[in-house]
């Protein structure tokens, strides 16, 4: 009887401390909050951000085509320079005198002639002095212009309008006609040509989907490139894409284009190394999520948080493109409708029950977004 009545104390004592642990007074579990962002289809326009070099439009490496002492520098380095404006004076006291002794003889040429003339009309010389005099003050002209030219480039003259640089010969300096020095350059800066590389793979693939009919074309602004510059300021000019080469680089498996940019005021200087932004197509059936929503696994490969109908999580994997300010375009993985967590992320797990808040910023940038990209003014 004592045992019995043990026994039913034990099993009260238990059951009350089953009991005292399976709910606390007060206590309650708590749903975490999350914000979500709402998919939708959208169009997308598509670029590639790729790297160039500007390269001035016209340059010319000004050389002599006379020997020489330099005499005088007739520019200011660095400044802009006209077509045919005077840059060097070379001394011109030989050929000055070269061209005073060919005028002398085809003066005396000419005057021979004149008196042959009438000499061989009245046979008084034979027919073949009258031509060789004749022929004489034809060369003595030659001669003439000969020295002419040369007296000329004795004042070496900008080839081309253009920025000139820095001076390598400087007064005093002895230069030779044909020598492989040159004195200065000048180059043309505005516009200014930016010579683009694009891998062939990349530009195949891209004319595939526009065959597919996977993108459409850009349209007009389908040539239109912009420029990031080496600090990664953005170029304010727009430019358009002159020429794409036929043929592919075997070294480097790209293929080469030419972008032409504005250039007023000298922002851009040959041989700078740049972004180019070039507009590619246009995804219609675009889907665009925050760079936050994704997350990447062990294995680097992306995946997104979804709330379901019934407020659970599901862990989704995904497959991204491009990145369009600050967004991602999905290509697989994602529907319109569904919602896809930007924030509280460290809260949530696979098969979480959570409390889904819409985000109005990033729907109303996702807007934005897309109207500025499909409206050409705002490019």
């Not at 349209?219 to 420029?227: F, I």
Request: hydrophobic letters at 35%.
């Amino acid at each position: 009887m004592r045992c019995n009545i043990l026994i039913i104390s034990m099993s009260f004592l238990i059951s009350a401390c089953d009991g005292s642990s399976s709910s606390t007074p007060g206590q309650k579990v708590t749903t975490p909050q999350v914000s979500v962002v709402t998919l939708h289809v959208q169009p997308v326009t598509l670029t590639t951000n790729l790297p160039g070099r500007t390269t001035a439009v016209r340059g010319a490496e000004v050389r002599p085509q006379v020997d020489g002492i330099i005499l005088k520098r007739l520019f200011t380095e660095g400044s802009e320079v006209k077509a045919g404006q005077p840059l060097y004076q070379i001394d011109p006291a030989t050929y000055q005198a070269a061209y005073d002794k060919a005028q002398a003889t085809l003066a005396n040429a000419n005057a021979l002639v004149k008196r042959y003339k009438p000499l061989s009309e009245a046979h008084a010389v034979s027919g073949q002095v009258y031509d060789d005099a004749v022929a004489s003050a034809k060369e003595a002209a030659a001669d003439v212009e000969t020295a002419r030219v040369n007296l000329g480039y004795t004042q070496v003259k900008a080839p081309i309008s253009g920025h000139i640089g820095r001076s390598m010969y400087t007064e005093g300096a002895l230069v030779t006609s044909g020598q492989s020095s040159y004195l200065t350059t000048i180059q043309q800066l505005n516009p200014m040509y930016v010579d683009i590389s694009e891998a062939s793979q990349d530009v195949l693939r891209l004319r595939r989907a526009l065959a597919e009919g996977h993108l459409k074309s850009a349209g007009d602004n389908a040539a239109a490139v912009r420029l990031t510059l080496e600090d990664g300021s953005r170029y304010e000019q727009e430019g358009t894409l002159e020429f794409s080469e036929v043929t592919v680089d075997e070294g480097t498996g790209s293929v080469t284009m030419r972008a032409s940019f504005p250039n007023p005021h000298n922002e851009l200087l040959p041989g700078m190394f740049v972004h180019a932004i070039l507009q590619q197509g246009v995804q219609e059936q675009g889907i665009l999520i925050p760079q936050e929503a994704v997350s990447h696994d062990v294995k680097g490969k992306p995946y997104v948080y979804v709330v379901k109908a019934d407020s659970t999580v599901e862990q989704r994997a995904v497959t991204t493109g491009e990145m369009t300010d600050g967004q991602w375009l999905v290509t697989q993985g994602l529907n319109a409708g569904e919602k896809v967590i930007t924030d509280g992320l460290q809260s949530v797990r696979a098969g979480t029950k959570v409390n889904a808040v819409e985000r109005q910023d990033i729907a109303a940038s996702t807007r934005d977004n897309n109207s500025s990209m499909n409206d050409p003014s705002a490019q």
